[in-house]
């Protein structure tokens, strides 16, 4: 299954101001990634993780055979 990243407003504003979409976009999670996940870039600065705060899964639109989509999407700041 395919997995893609969506970035929220503010996540997408702050990975841009850090340089980080194209990490972002790089990023090799797999469909083990749960709700309430952290991932950080830097791990040494948990105030810089995102969070993990939706799955979907897209199906074809048209009903096809083509793989769903597992998309994540990351929110920044993470909350506790």
Do not use: K, N
């Not at 990243?5 to 841009?16: G, H, K, N, P, Q």
């Not at 040494?44 to 793989?67: N, S």
Request: glycine share 8%; net charge negative; proline share 6%.
């Amino acid at each position: 299954m395919r997995i893609d990243i969506v970035l929220t407003a503010s996540a997408r504003r702050f990975a841009e101001a850090r340089g980080w979409r194209g990490r972002l976009d790089a990023l090799a999670l797999g469909a083990w990634i749960q709700l309430g996940d952290r991932v950080a870039l830097e791990p040494a600065a948990p105030a810089l993780d995102f969070v993990v705060i939706r799955r979907r899964i897209a199906m074809a639109p048209d009903g096809g055979t083509d793989e769903p989509v597992l998309e994540v999407t990351l929110d920044y700041p993470a909350r506790e």
